[in-house]
């Protein structure tokens, strides 16, 4: 019987500690990824708990390396209760809204609706590199904010809390004005006659490459009556926020705004007013976000702080 190698199986418990350290939160940041963005279908309660679930075990991998997992269990919870409810909040039974907003677009723009005005002159009846890059720019509002999020926490944790409180925030009052005024898109105006036809066109791009994306779009997408203020908008401003002391960051969050804005208004899911109240949002969530930073360190995280530790400590 050949003798062993101390050394070479020192060696090779070595390397595998070393895969481990990096595979472990790699797998733990895509389980993340994945259920933040999941977390915003139509999931059943006992699937949302399992999502919960599955998140926080991912952040008690990443926050064994730099910390900060009461602030991560804050910002999932409040995020995974948040598409758990939105997925409600066109059953209250209150009146959905059409005209108002498309009086506001005719006021703002002298008679013209620049949803309409885009389409007539840019879209062409089929899906070209236009429809391809505003459908990618629009799909991306999905990760973009749990990515900011997560690059913050690596780069610059010390703006990370205000970060999770202004997410959640913004979030929540829009939450709270669709509950109370739910307000249809371009597209679905359209259809009732309020507008001239007009077409949906991330749909029509997710269907023209796979039927599964255009599935897999329905599961996440967008509530058909809360248009009113754009998250997508608000949270696109958000960042644009968070990078604003940055010079490339900041150019590249602007831009990224500006497409995002074009994307949302040529597509026909958001108005102009829409993107406004977002905008509108964005910045003054994440300049009261500033004030509120102390009451989450004393008092939010109290409760979650606990379970949190543990799953560090483990």
């Excluded at 690596?154 to 205000?162: I, Q, T």
């Excluded at 705004?257 to 102009?272: C, K």
Aim: charged share 15%; aromatic share 8%.
């Amino acid at each position: 019987m050949r003798a062993r190698n101390p050394s070479l199986i020192a060696e090779t418990a070595l390397a595998l500690r070393e895969i481990l350290r990096w595979l472990l939160p790699a797998a733990a940041l895509v389980v993340l990824l994945f259920t933040l963005v999941v977390s915003r279908g139509t999931l059943s309660l006992g699937g949302y708990g399992v999502a919960l679930a599955a998140a926080l075990v991912a952040v008690a991998v990443l926050s064994r390396r730099r910390g900060q997992g009461r602030l991560w269990a804050l910002y999932l919870v409040g995020f995974i209760v948040f598409a758990h409810l939105r997925a409600l909040t066109d059953e209250t039974g209150i009146a959905v809204q059409t005209q108002y907003v498309i009086d506001i677009e005719e006021a703002l723009f002298f008679g013209v609706t620049p949803t309409v005005w885009l389409q007539e002159r840019l879209f062409r009846g089929d899906i070209g590199p236009l429809e391809m890059l505003s459908s990618l720019v629009y799909v991306t509002y999905f990760l973009a904010p749990h990515v900011a999020a997560l690059l913050i926490w690596r780069y610059r944790p010390g703006l990370f809390k205000r970060f999770v409180v202004a997410v959640l925030g913004v979030v929540y009052v829009g939450l709270l004005v669709s509950l109370v005024l739910p307000t249809t898109p371009p597209w679905l105006a359209a259809g009732e006659g309020a507008l001239p036809a007009v077409a949906r066109v991330v749909r029509l791009t997710l269907l023209d490459l796979n039927g599964s994306a255009d599935t897999a779009y329905e599961v996440v997408g967008p509530n058909a009556v809360a248009a009113m203020p754009s998250l997508h908008m608000a949270l696109t401003v958000l960042i644009l926020a968070a990078t604003w002391g940055h010079g490339r960051l900041r150019v590249a969050a602007g831009l990224y705004s500006v497409a995002m804005g074009f994307a949302l208004v040529y597509g026909a899911e958001h108005y102009v007013t829409d993107l406004l109240a977002g905008a509108v949002v964005g910045l003054a969530v994440w300049r009261g976000a500033r004030m509120l930073e102390p009451a989450v360190g004393d008092r939010a995280l109290v409760r979650i702080g606990p379970v949190a530790r543990r799953h560090e400590a483990a």
